[in-house]
C-alpha cells in the first residue's frame, strides 16, 4: 500500500501498490499473505482479520511496513487492527495513533477469541510497534462465553504509551478456583516499553492507568521491559488502582530484569511498581527494580478466599524509595486472604522517608516491610531492609514462626532504628528477637543490623543507573546471610547483575564479591527468535 498507489491495482508489487486501508480490509487474507504498508507514511482507517482469515502458525499472515521507516495506521474513532477467532497472525513494525474517540473506546491492536469451548488459537506476533492514543495499547483477550484465548504468542521491542486504560493487557474469562483454567498458555513479553498510560478519572469500578497487566495466563515471561509514569489520571473513588506490571488469575509466570518507576494513583490504593494478585500460584518475580512508586515496590495479595493464591517467591528484587505517596504500603508488601508459601528472599529494599511531607505525622512513615493478616507459611529470608529512620518493618500481627519466618536479614537504619510488630514497638533487634522468636535458627540467633555500605541512602537514584546506588561497597564485611541448606530453598543460580550465587551468600540481592556492579542493568537472556514468516502473496 502506498497513498500513491490505486486500488484498481492487483498490490501485489511496490509498482502496482493498492491506495487506501478501506480497500484493503476487504480484502481476504489467506495463510501466507503479506499486507504491506509503505514507511514513514500515514493510512487512515482500520483492519480486521476475522475466523476466515490467517489461521495457520506455519505460514502466518504478515501486517508489516516496507521500504524506509515505519507506515502509521490512524482508524477514525475505533480500534487500529482487530484479529477475530483467528490466529496465525504477525504485526511487525506499525505504528497505531488513535484519535479523541479511540481514546475511549478503541485498542492499538486487539486479538480476540470468542469461540465457543476451549478451542486456544495458536501463533501470534507483534514487534517493533508503537500504540498510542486509545482506550488500551494492546489487548489480547479471551470474550465473555469463550474458555480459550491464544497460545504461542511473542510480545517484542513495542512501546505502548499515552493510551487511557493499560499499555498492555491480558484478559480472560472469571476464575474458578475449584477447576482452574488459563485463558492464553505460553506468552513472552519481551523489551516492552508501557508508560504515561494515564488512566480514567471517571472510572471508579475497576482499576485503569496500569503499564503491562497479565490475567488468565499459564506459562508466561516478562522481561527486559519498563513501566513508568502510569496511573496519574486514574479516578480519585476507586476501589482499585493501577500497578506498573502485574498478575492475576495466572499461573507459573516470570516477571523479571525489568524495571517499573514513578507510577502513580490517582486513589488511596495501589499505584506500585509489581504485583502478583488475586489467585496467582507459582509464580516468580526476580531481578527487577522498582523506585519512586506511589504505592509499594513489590506486592503480593490477595482478596478473595479462593486459597488459589499459593507457592510464589519473590527474590532477587530492589526497592527504591518506593510508597511515596501511601505510606501504608511499603517497599515489598504482603497481605491477603488464604495466601500460602510466600518466599521472600535476597531482596534489597531501601526507604528514604525522612524527606516525605507525610513523615511529620505519627505512625506514617512507610516501613521496608509490611506483613498483614490472612497468610501463613511464609518465609522472609536474607534480605537487607534498609531506611533513614522509618520502620523497618511492620507487622500488622505478632505472628509467630509456625506462620511467618523471619531468619537471616539485615535491618539497618541510618537514624533510629525501630521496628513494629503487631500491639509492639521495638528499638533493637536482640529485644524483637526475644520477645517474638523471629531470627532464630535451630536455637542460634541470625538477623544483623550492620551497615550494607549501600551508596544509596544518601545518593540520589536516576532512570540510568540507578541499580548501581543500591550495591553494598563493604564488600569485605557485608552482612552474611544463611545458606540454602540452613533455609531449605533453592537461591537460583544467579543474582540481580547476573552474577553467579556463591555457595557462602550474602544478604541482598548482590552476590558478586567485587564491589562494583558490572553494569546498571542485569545481564539479558538469551535472545529467543520470533517466529518465520513465509509468504506467497504480498499485498502492498
Known amino acids: 500500500m502506498s497513498p500513491d498507489g490505486d486500488d484498481r491495482n492487483d498490490g501485489m508489487s511496490p509498482e502496482k501498490p493498492w491506495r487506501t486501508l478501506d480497500h484493503a480490509d476487504e480484502a481476504q487474507y489467506r495463510p501466507g499473505d503479506r499486507l504491506l504498508l509503505k514507511g514513514g507514511e500515514r493510512f487512515r482507517g482500520s483492519l480486521t482479520l476475522d475466523k476466515e482469515e490467517a489461521g495457520s502458525p506455519t505460514r502466518p499472515v504478515v501486517v508489516a511496513s516496507y521500504g524506509t521507516g515505519r507506515a502509521t495506521i490512524a482508524p477514525r474513532g475505533k480500534?487500529?487492527?482487530?484479529?477475530?477467532?483467528?490466529?496465525?497472525?504477525?504485526?511487525?513494525?506499525?505504528?497505531?495513533?488513535?484519535?479523541?474517540?479511540?481514546?475511549?473506546?478503541?485498542?492499538g491492536i486487539a486479538f480476540r477469541n470468542r469461540l465457543p469451548g476451549a478451542r486456544r488459537l495458536d501463533h501470534v506476533r507483534i514487534t517493533e510497534v508503537e500504540a498510542r492514543g486509545f482506550q488500551n495499547g494492546i489487548g489480547v483477550g479471551a470474550e465473555k462465553g469463550a474458555v480459550a484465548g491464544y497460545g504461542d504468542v511473542r510480545i517484542t521491542d513495542v512501546s505502548v504509551h499515552h493510551n487511557?486504560?493499560?499499555?498492555l493487557v491480558f484478559y480472560g474469562p472469571a476464575f474458578k478456583a475449584d477447576h482452574p483454567a488459563y485463558a492464553h498458555v505460553g506468552v513472552r513479553i519481551e523489551r516492552v516499553k508501557?508508560?504515561?498510560?494515564?488512566?480514567?478519572?471517571?472510572?471508579?469500578?475497576?482499576?485503569?492507568?496500569?503499564?503491562?497487566?497479565?490475567?488468565?495466563?499459564r506459562q508466561a515471561t516478562v522481561t527486559h521491559s519498563e513501566a513508568h509514569d502510569n496511573g496519574a489520571h486514574s479516578a480519585a473513588a476507586a476501589e482499585e488502582g493501577p500497578e506498573g506490571i502485574w498478575v492475576y488469575d495466572s499461573t507459573r509466570v516470570v516477571l523479571e530484569r525489568n524495571k517499573s518507576y514513578r507510577?502513580?494513583?490517582?486513589?488511596?490504593?495501589?499505584?506500585?511498581?509489581?504485583?502478583?494478585?488475586?489467585?496467582?500460584?507459582?509464580?516468580?518475580?526476580?531481578?527487577?527494580?522498582?523506585?519512586?512508586?506511589?504505592?509499594p515496590g513489590f506486592l503480593a495479595y490477595s482478596g478473595q478466599p479462593t486459597g488459589a493464591h499459593k507457592n510464589n517467591v519473590i527474590r532477587f528484587n530492589m526497592s527504591w524509595d518506593d510508597a511515596r505517596k501511601l505510606p501504608e504500603y511499603g517497599g515489598i508488601v504482603a497481605y491477603g486472604t488464604r495466601m500460602t508459601n510466600l518466599q521472600i528472599y535476597h531482596n534489597t529494599v531501601v526507604m528514604r522517608t525522612g524527606g516525605l511531607p507525610s513523615a511529620k505525622a505519627v505512625g506514617s512513615r512507610p516501613p521496608a516491610l509490611r506483613l498483614r493478616d490472612g497468610m501463613r507459611d511464609v518465609r522472609v529470608h536474607n534480605n537487607i531492609f534498609a531506611t533513614d529512620g522509618g520502620p523497618l518493618v511492620e507487622a500488622q500481627s505478632a505472628y509467630g514462626p509456625s506462620t511467618f519466618?523471619?531468619?537471616?536479614?539485615?535491618?539497618?537504619?541510618?537514624?533510629?532504628?525501630?521496628?513494629?510488630w503487631g500491639p509492639w514497638r521495638f528499638v533493637s533487634l536482640a529485644r524483637w528477637r526475644a520477645t517474638s522468636r523471629q531470627e532464630m535458627l535451630h536455637g542460634r540467633a541470625t538477623g544483623s543490623t550492620g551497615d550494607p555500605?549501600?551508596?544509596?541512602?544518601?545518593?540520589?537514584?536516576?532512570?540510568?543507573?540507578?541499580?548501581?546506588?543500591?550495591?553494598?561497597?563493604?564488600?569485605?564485611?557485608?552482612?552474611?546471610?544463611?545458606?540454602?541448606?540452613?533455609l531449605g530453598v533453592d537461591p537460583g543460580?544467579?543474582?540481580?547483575?547476573?552474577?553467579?550465587?556463591?555457595?557462602?551468600?550474602?544478604?541482598?540481592?548482590?552476590?558478586?564479591?567485587?564491589?562494583?556492579?558490572?553494569?546498571?542493568?542485569?545481564?539479558?537472556?538469551?535472545?529467543?527468535?520470533?517466529?518465520?514468516?513465509?509468504?506467497?502473496?504480498?499485498?502492498?
Not at 205 to 217: A, F, K, Q, Y
Open 164 to 167: 487511557l486504560e493499560a499499555g
Open 405 to 420: 519466618r523471619l531468619q537471616g536479614n539485615d535491618y539497618y537504619s541510618s537514624g533510629p532504628w525501630a521496628l513494629r
Open 263 to 295: 507510577n502513580r494513583t490517582g486513589s488511596r490504593v495501589d499505584g506500585g511498581g509489581f504485583g502478583l494478585d488475586n489467585n496467582v500460584s507459582s509464580s516468580v518475580m526476580q531481578y527487577n527494580l522498582a523506585y519512586g512508586n506511589d504505592g
Open 194 to 217: 508501557a508508560y504515561a498510560n494515564a488512566g480514567d478519572s471517571t472510572s471508579v469500578e475497576r482499576n485503569t492507568g496500569s503499564g503491562i497487566t497479565l490475567g488468565s495466563v
Open 79 to 107: 480500534s487500529g487492527i482487530t484479529v477475530y477467532d483467528t490466529a496465525g497472525v504477525e504485526i511487525r513494525n506499525i505504528a497505531l495513533v488513535g484519535d479523541r474517540k479511540a481514546l475511549r473506546e478503541g485498542v
Open 493 to 540: 543460580p544467579v543474582d540481580y547483575f547476573g552474577n553467579r550465587v556463591p555457595k557462602a551468600l550474602t544478604v541482598g540481592a548482590v552476590q558478586s564479591p567485587s564491589s562494583r556492579a558490572p553494569s546498571a542493568e542485569p545481564s539479558p537472556p538469551g535472545r529467543e527468535p520470533g517466529g518465520r514468516a513465509e509468504s506467497s502473496r504480498p499485498r502492498i
Open 453 to 486: 555500605c549501600l551508596a544509596g541512602l544518601a545518593a540520589s537514584i536516576s532512570d540510568g543507573a540507578g541499580a548501581g546506588n543500591l550495591v553494598p561497597r563493604c564488600r569485605d564485611r557485608a552482612p552474611v546471610g544463611l545458606g540454602p541448606e540452613a
